[in-house]
């Protein structure tokens, strides 16, 4: 072998290097950039209220259950005393 296969043998099993971060940014990529993390923090943000509506419609269904049992034990209490 000589030392040009040797060189593209060795070249060729270098990882390729990974993109440097850009040192500037254009300003469409900065509101793009903007724009998603705004997205993402909106859709996180509604998620979140969902997920408070749905505990608080569960506690609210529950504590009807609760009183309509508690008027249904008082009413039954009620008739026998009668």
């Keep these: 072998m000589d030392f040009a296969s040797l060189m593209a043998k060795e070249i060729a099993k270098k990882e390729p290097e990974k993109e440097k971060p850009q040192k500037y940014i254009s300003r469409r990529e900065a509101e793009a950039q903007r724009q998603?993390?705004?997205?993402?923090?909106?859709?996180?943000?509604?998620?979140?209220?969902?997920?408070?509506?749905?505990?608080?419609?569960?506690?609210?269904?529950?504590?009807?259950?609760?009183?309509?049992?508690?008027?249904?034990r008082r009413r039954k209490l009620a008739e026998e005393s009668r």
């Design 36 to 72: 998603a993390a705004y997205l993402a923090e909106q859709k996180a943000l509604e998620a979140e209220r969902d997920a408070k509506a749905a505990a608080k419609r569960k506690r609210e269904e529950d504590a009807a259950e609760e009183a309509k049992a508690r008027e249904e």
